[in-house]
């Protein structure tokens, strides 16, 4: 190592680090690459997400691990997907173990698969994959396996989202699979398709969180699949769970149509999916949808109409049955009693919503839509702290929220808009404008390609906070603002 250098790792390494973040494919490495002690641990595992945790991290990266984006983009994957095969069960279809250990070029020797005859070639893992997806039928799961499999869900998601090559050609393929899996789904379901479907509404929980604007028609698709089988009445122990699935899908679909503006079809279909979470007797879920019932008389600027939705359900709640959804209706009750001035009602609503997150569950506390995490509490304190012209505390708020939003590979991007712009009002009310306002652009800048009506709400929530500033700074804002509010009319 020369001695020049005086970081942990030699130059080489140094620029294998750099080059990583730009290639097309994984770099060619040295064969003791493999001997890591968390590359040999994964392996002895035999979990690929591990795997490729350990491979983004080695050491011969230095202190820039590959990124999650560009790991996926190799893999031929979404970021979100990549995360969830990172930290989830094993994968166990061949087709894809196949296709990735060859794009890593993982040792043959090391692996617990037989890998193909023939060149070890990253276009064969390719080929190995392509086979696997066309023998289960273009993505259609097949109705008896051992497993479903976790890929052929994602290629679920893939087709019914629209991310194939060619438009054209999508629309058309699309309606006809959507046609293919309601007749399939015609008569008793098996566990591998109802855990399949279920899969699918978990994995568009979590889509919707990051990319909402590709989950609509797949979760349409699942739902229609959904039906078929209900309108079959399946045996108990199938029916419930698919109830459940139903709730989870029209819960995702409120959410869409939501973002969209379309308050009035959100929240039929909110108040369906809490109907079905009820019918499963679900309760955990059925609080996430009754919450996300709330939403809207929040931003329509009717608090009252929220607080009593939601009162009812929490003063009917056991301390022993509470559960992170339960945090999440007292911190939009706490929104709510900050709107209507009630500070007290508000401080023990952030309180008791903290207390219970902090009892949670850690399989309640993760990404998605069916879950809550704390930066969305520290958001709801934020936002009711403005309500309530408490500067200090909607300030300190902010800056934890956007703290921990900072960490995070699977946030919503509406949420860290929102807490930017609420964070913005109370500079503005604190009398720093340009601080307010260059913290105002900045938001809804990163927001340019999804500027909802969400993010529409706080933008115009600022605006007319600042309304009779006319320095340089509040007249640039109001450029960036009518900017992107041009889109939407025209």
């Known amino acids: 190592m020369a001695s020049a250098n005086r970081d942990s790792i030699c130059w080489p390494c140094q620029r294998l680090s750099r080059e990583a973040q730009s290639l097309a494919s994984p770099p060619a490495l040295p064969p003791e690459f493999w001997q890591a002690d968390a590359v040999k641990g994964a392996l002895a595992a035999r979990h690929m997400g591990r795997i490729v945790t350990a491979y983004r991290c080695h050491p011969v990266y230095g202190s820039r691990p590959v990124p999650q984006e560009v790991m996926a983009r190799?893999?031929?994957?979404?970021?979100?997907?990549?995360s969830r095969i990172e930290r989830g069960r094993p994968v166990t279809d061949l087709g894809r173990l196949i296709q990735w250990a060859q794009v890593l070029a993982i040792p043959p020797a090391l692996l617990w698969f037989d890998m193909p005859s023939g060149p070890s070639s990253r276009a064969g893992g390719q080929a190995a994959a392509d086979a696997s997806v066309a023998a289960s039928g273009e993505g259609i799961p097949p109705v008896c396996t051992d497993e479903v499999s976790k890929t052929q869900r994602r290629d679920f998601l893939r087709l019914g989202g629209s991310v194939m090559a060619g438009p054209v050609i999508a629309g058309t393929l699309d309606g006809e699979l959507d046609r293919m899996h309601i007749v399939l789904d015609r008569g008793t379901a098996s566990e591998e398709r109802v855990t399949y479907l279920e899969n699918?509404?978990?994995?568009l929980g979590i889509q919707a969180q990051v990319a909402p604007l590709t989950?609509?028609?797949?979760?349409?698709?699942?739902?229609?699949?959904?039906?078929?089988?209900?309108?079959?009445r399946q045996p108990t122990r199938y029916q419930t769970r698919l109830v459940a699935a139903s709730a989870k899908l029209s819960a995702i679909i409120g959410v869409h149509l939501f973002d969209a503006g379309q308050v009035t079809q959100a929240g039929a279909w909110h108040r369906a999916a809490h109907h079905a979470a009820r019918d499963a007797g679900v309760q955990y879920l059925a609080d996430i949808t009754l919450g996300q019932q709330a939403f809207a008389p929040l931003y329509q600027g009717k608090p009252a109409d929220a607080a009593r939705l939601l009162d009812p359900r929490l003063e009917n709640v056991r301390a022993a049955?509470?559960?992170?959804?339960?945090?999440?209706?007292?911190?939009?009750a706490a929104r709510a009693y900050a709107a209507l001035g009630e500070k007290d009602a508000f401080k023990r609503s952030i309180e008791r919503a903290q207390d219970i997150l902090d009892d949670s569950e850690a399989g309640q506390i993760g990404p998605g839509l069916?879950?809550?995490?704390?930066?969305?509490?520290?958001?709801?304190?934020?936002?009711?702290?403005?309500?309530?012209?408490?500067?200090g505390t909607a300030l300190g708020a902010a800056d934890v929220s956007l703290a921990m939003l900072s960490q995070m590979?699977?946030?919503r991007f509406i949420d860290s808009v929102a807490v930017r712009f609420e964070r913005a009002t109370a500079l503005a009310r604190a009398g720093e404008i340009p601080e307010a306002c260059a913290t105002a652009k900045a938001a809804i800048l990163a927001g340019k390609s999804f500027y909802c009506m969400p993010v529409s709400t706080y933008a115009h929530r600022f605006s007319r906070e600042i309304r009779a500033v006319q320095s340089r700074d509040a007249r640039e804002w109001r450029e960036v603002l009518a900017s992107a509010d041009q889109p939407a009319t025209t």
């Open 321 to 332: 049955s509470s559960s992170s959804a339960v945090a999440k209706l007292c911190g939009l």
């Open 215 to 232: 989950v609509l028609n797949p979760a349409l698709m699942a739902l229609r699949s959904v039906r078929g089988l209900l309108e079959e």
């Open 200 to 203: 699918v509404a978990d994995d």
């Open 74 to 82: 190799w893999l031929n994957i979404s970021q979100t997907q990549l």
């Open 370 to 391: 069916f879950s809550f995490q704390p930066f969305a509490l520290a958001f709801y304190q934020t936002t009711g702290a403005v309500a309530l012209n408490d500067l």
């Open 409 to 411: 590979e699977d946030c």
